[in-house]
């Protein structure tokens, strides 16, 4: 069997995944600076243990509508080829495990600004998990 390991975490309700080997840390505590004149999926700057990283509404970059302002997002610190960077979610989920043989193409009910990310889909009972291509949602924070 051909298994992998996804860090999943909700925005807009929907359940989103990446790699376990992506993820480097969770943070339900951040102070995230924003950055004057960055695009607007650029939420600001976050000092990670003495690093500064790039923090990304992964709302914003997915296309969704603003989260409930009264709503402490988390934090997911990743990295991908070389860089690191934190994602804003919702709220984070569990690590699970997917067989290979259960992915499918991304859904063609996905919203324009999310296809580009979403590499796919896993049916999980009653649910999908969409797996995110880090590489293509850091290109924003470059």
Excluded at 53 to 78: C, E, H, W, Y
């Amino acid at each position: 069997m051909n298994e992998k390991l996804y860090c999943t975490f909700l925005v807009n309700d929907l359940l989103f995944g990446v790699e376990v080997m992506e993820v480097q840390e969770i943070m339900s505590k951040h102070s995230v600076e924003p950055v004057p004149l960055s695009p607007p999926t650029v939420a600001g700057l976050v000092n990670h243990r003495g690093q500064i990283v790039t923090a990304i509404n992964i709302r914003k970059r997915l296309g969704f509508p603003a989260a409930d302002r009264s709503q402490r997002s988390m934090m997911l610190i990743a990295h991908s080829n070389e860089e690191t960077f934190g994602l804003l979610v919702d709220k984070i989920g569990d690590v699970i495990s997917v067989n290979s043989k259960d992915f499918e193409d991304v859904p063609e009910t996905i919203q324009d600004e999310a296809k580009d990310l979403v590499l796919g889909a896993y049916k999980l009972g009653d649910r999908l998990l969409l797996p995110l291509g880090l590489n293509k949602v850091a290109e924003c924070a470059r």
